[in-house]
DNA sequence: CCCTTTATTGAGCGATCACTCAAGTATATA
DNA sequence: TATATACTTGAGTGATCGCTCAATAAAGGG
């Protein structure tokens, strides 16, 4: 008997990403997620229940996709391998809304309001950091890398890394390419 | 004939400094401004002429002040060590905002929106990286690190590197002050 | 003292914020 | 086709945004 809905939901939550992303959560209005969305007010919150909870769903596609696409590359090109192409990988999509992970960008907005979506963002962060050390304890395994090192150290160490180039791809003259060639080439005197 | 002001201006700079500093651009209102700068509006417009012009005037003193630690512990312990010491010292302050840059903060808030605060955060970056490149030159010539290098290239890394603590150090559960020695470490192997 | 000049006050401006809801519309099932 | 069940619309909610300004208070110079 229900009528359906006439759009993708996916398709919607990935461009509220890429607004949010860009943007930031404050700078981005309902007005914005309207206009992107060719959405009322009404429809928008019969779909999504609130401005937060669709900028959650848009982080969660955010991280999954990121991961995905981490796990991809360690597929293809093994796990070493994966940790030096993913740096540039991340910064040399033009077509990206922004350079700098929405999840530190959602972090530095939100956490000292002590906003849920900080933490949420944290946690996703989490996540991250442990497939970046269980690529450093395969690389071992594989007799990559020297396995005296700590995998969670390295990949502490790797994610500020990728926080740091992130940051800095973001600002205007800075060669952030020169960077990421720097951080996979670190990866080699391990 | 006039009338003095019954504030410390430079005191209220420092005040909105941190205000903005912890809670962003859009996260500090003219409300939260006024009740801890203990001022009403009119006096507020009076004294700064608008909520841009101040944050202008609270980002200078916070990159000078930057800039000033900095050289201070060059002219304390000299320029490899003052890099060496400068990203612990910049994390472990429990008094301070926060432990994320202001400067990067105002970046990646502001930049998508072209706002010339997120430009003018860049110009701020921009010298502070200069100042490293020149403590990089300073170690260079007192053979403390090889000649080899471009500062250039060592600070644009350094800078990096730093942003990537600062926010890592920004995030709960992360262990920052180890990152900011492996940082320091790798001076040493320069 | 008076007078000029500036600082301070605080009510309130228009604009925008996230969001609501009653009314209208489309669709799958009976 | 009739009906139930959603989805869509868009005017409008109260709250908050950055900011203005006329009125008042205070402090120097004469």
Known sequence: MPRKPNYDRNELIERSRDLFWRRGWAGTSLK??????????????????????????????????????????ATEYGPIKALQRFPQMVIENEEAPAKACMLSKTLLELQAHNHPLAHEANLHLLKMESQFAELFEQAQSSGEIDSAYDPQVLARRYQS??????????????????????????????
Not at 34 to 48: N, R
Not at 166 to 179: P, T
Request: aromatic share 6%; glycine share 6%.
């Open 32 to 73: 914005d997620l309207e206009a992107v969305l060719q959405m009322k007010p009404g429809s928008f919150y019969a779909a999504f229940g609130s401005k937060d909870a669709l900028f959650k769903l848009a982080m969660e596609k955010y991280a999954v996709d990121g991961l995905d696409r981490l796990k991809r590359l």
């Open 161 to 190: 890394d990728l926080l740091g180039l992130r940051v800095s791809a973001e600002r205007e003259g800075v060669d952030a390419m020169a960077i990421a060639a720097e951080i996979a080439d670190s990866l080699t005197r391990l």
